[in-house]
T-cell receptor
Framework: NAGVMQNPRHLVRRRGQEARLRCSPMKGHSHVYWYRQLPEEGLKFMVYLQKENIIDESGMPKERFSAEFPKEGPSILRIQQVVRGDSAAYFC????????????FGDGTRLSIL | GENVEQHPSTLSVQEGDSAVIKCTYSDSASNYFPWYKQELGKRPQLIIDIRSNVGEKKDQRIAVTLNKTAKHFSLHITETQPEDSAVYFCAADSYNNNDMRFGAGTRLTVKP
């Protein structure tokens, strides 16, 4: 049973470009969470999705950031017009249900903005 | 929504000593409290969890205690080893948002 798969592992973008981060949850998991982690800091919640629905996006900036989890395919975290401050590790986690269940993390995508 | 606070932010112990990390939470409806270990450059990994109907849980050298009245829970690591060095995160579920909130993390260093 493959774990949570994130790609790419490393992504380099220039300021103003778009970044697309992908996350395939564990088999049987329909709940996906995205977190952002700056060096030497904790996990900051961004968004929580179920298939085709955004449940909670309170941690995601209103501008430039969007997330989706379509019926088919991986969850996508999209950052438009990236800026230097977007450089961070972005982790995805999945669980079979929402609250009250362990979340399993992917290896993360390290985003670097030149 | 849920607010989780974690202390200390850094902890240094001698090999063989015990380490204790404490967390408090704000949502009295929270029922699930996992702990994650994150080694440098790697993914957070679940090491132990506890549910609100249990006051203590142990797995070899790791134990977690929960005080629901006081809304705090703690991670205890006994006989620490250098490979225990990592960042540890506590978390609590949030029924307001049906998801999980994490503490800021504790960097544990075990000196050989």
């Amino acid at each position: 049973n493959a774990g949570v798969m994130q790609n790419p592992r490393h992504l380099v973008r220039r300021r103003g470009q778009e970044a697309r981060l992908r996350c395939s949850p564990m088999k049987g998991h329909s709940h996906v969470y995205w977190y952002r982690q700056l060096p030497e800091e904790g996990l900051k919640f961004m968004v929580y999705l179920q298939k085709e629905n955004i449940i909670d996006e309170s941690g995601m900036p209103k501008e430039r950031f969007s997330a989706e989890f379509p019926k088919e395919g991986p969850s996508i975290l999209r950052i438009q017009q990236v800026v230097r401050g977007d450089s961070a590790a972005y982790f995805c986690a999945s669980s079979p249900q929402g609250a009250n269940q362990p979340q399993h993390f992917g290896d993360g995508t390290r985003l670097s903005i030149l | 929504g849920e607010n989780v606070e974690q202390h200390p932010s850094t902890l240094s112990v001698q090999e063989g000593d015990s380490a204790v990390i404490k967390c408090t939470y704000s949502d009295s409806a929270s029922n699930y409290f996992p702990w994650y270990k994150q080694e440098l450059g790697k993914r957070p990994q679940l090491i132990i969890d506890i549910r609100s109907n249990v006051g203590e849980k142990k797995d070899q050298r790791i134990a977690v205690t929960l005080n629901k009245t006081a809304k705090h829970f703690s991670l205890h690591i006994t006989e620490t080893q250098p490979e225990d060095s990592a960042v540890y995160f506590c978390a609590a579920d949030s029924y307001n948002n049906n998801d999980m909130r994490f503490g800021a993390g504790t960097r544990l260093t075990v000196k050989p």
